[in-house]
């Protein structure tokens, strides 16, 4: 089956620095990734999605990137703000199926 | 609409006492999943259902876990009997099916369970 590595687990910066979170997954039959982001006492919430067709997207401050070849894929949160401090999880699934979650990266903003 | 709602939000209960979580999807949704959240070992799938019916149980940890879905609308998660291991937060999550909606799972808010 599907397993999911994430990195870092911790990630600490500055206001208005840029944060990457990486990920890496086993199956190559995969062809769907989004992440997730979970504040203090809430469940998961998505914040952008990427689909195996596509090597890159981009939402306002935050990206994702995908190298089907290598099997990994990233996010990219530039002009990092304090409300940007949460759990971040990357997933992987085929299409349709249930996703299968990286272990997470806390992500702090100091300013 | 609502989202997904989970109850109760926190469990308290001794080892050895069953516990019953309750989920109740997004309506029009017919897909469902359980998962469970440790430190340890982060998301983990426990079940999930296409139309009621379970898809994948390959994550429960043994026998003591159950999970049923009677109708769309309601999903229970059973641990019988409950040990301080099994202390964690259980999502409930519903995704739309069908190969051309979206593949986005929406979460409830959780229960965190503590057994003693």
């Known amino acids: 089956g599907e397993n999911v590595e994430q990195h870092p687990s911790t990630l600490s910066v500055q206001e208005g620095d840029s944060a990457v979170i990486k990920c890496t997954y086993s199956?190559?039959?995969?062809?769907?990734f989004p992440w997730y982001k979970q504040e203090l006492g809430k469940g998961p919430q998505l914040i952008i999605d990427?689909?195996?067709?596509?090597g890159e997207k981009k939402d306002q401050r935050i990206a994702v990137t995908l190298n089907k070849t290598a099997k990994h894929f990233s996010l990219h949160i530039t002009e990092t703000q304090p409300e940007d401090s949460a759990v971040y999880f990357c997933?992987?699934?085929?299409?349709?199926?249930?996703?299968?979650f990286g272990k997470g990266t806390t992500l702090s903003v100091s300013s | 609409d609502a989202g997904v709602i989970q109850s109760p939000r926190h469990e308290v209960t001794e080892m050895g006492q069953e516990v019953t979580l309750r989920c109740k999807p997004i309506?029009?949704?017919?897909?469902l999943f359980w998962y469970r959240q440790t430190m340890m070992r982060g998301l983990e799938l426990l079940i999930y259902f296409n139309n009621n019916v379970p898809i994948d149980d390959s994550g429960m940890p043994e026998d003591r876990f159950s999970a049923k879905m009677p109708n769309a609308s309601f999903s229970t998660l059973k641990i019988q009997p409950s040990e301080p291991r099994d202390s964690a937060v259980y999502f409930c999550?519903?995704?739309?099916?069908?190969?051309?909606?979206?593949?986005?799972?929406?979460f409830g808010a959780g229960t965190r369970l503590s057994v003693l």
């Open positions: 990427i689909r195996s067709n596509v």
């Open positions: 997933a992987a699934s085929q299409w349709g199926t249930a996703l299968i």
């Open positions: 999550a519903s995704r739309v099916g069908g190969s051309r909606a979206k593949n986005i799972q929406y």
């Open positions: 309506s029009g949704h017919n897909s």
């Open positions: 199956d190559s039959a995969s062809n769907y």
